[in-house]
């Protein structure tokens, strides 16, 4: 799958991220490096103790990263999160969560498909 249907499979704005990394190469690269990015794990992490700082704290992180690849839906989802977590004196949403994790699964299962011509 190309980078455009990536984009296209998962509801995120191709052209905006191609002005942003201008290259199909250095697309792929960050890509690639998003998918070991901690900060979803973070957020699980912090939901399954119910630390609603460090919850707060790695969505927060989650919301410049998948803004800036222009995942659309994810980022959608995390900005809800967002805004539900800043107070900080709640626990986290659980429709709110499971709607960000479908919206990263989607992500994640994609990016596993994307393949690059040599």
């Keep these: 799958m190309t980078i455009k249907e990536f984009y296209e499979n998962i509801g995120g704005d191709y052209e905006m991220a191609k002005v942003t990394f201008r290259k199909e190469e250095r697309m792929y690269q960050y890509l690639m490096k ?36 222009y995942f659309t839906p994810l980022y959608q989802a995390v ?14 949403d659980e429709e709110l969560f499971q709607n960000l994790k479908k919206q990263q699964m989607i992500v994640l299962s994609e990016l596993e498909k994307i393949t690059v011509e040599e």
């Design 34 to 69: 998003y998918a070991k990015d901690t900060s979803y794990d973070r957020l699980c992490e912090a939901e399954k103790n119910g630390d609603i700082k460090e919850a707060f704290e790695a969505v927060h992180a989650l919301k410049g990263i998948t803004g800036m690849f």
């Design 79 to 92: 900005v809800k999160l967002v805004e539900q977590l800043r107070p900080q004196n709640e626990p986290i």
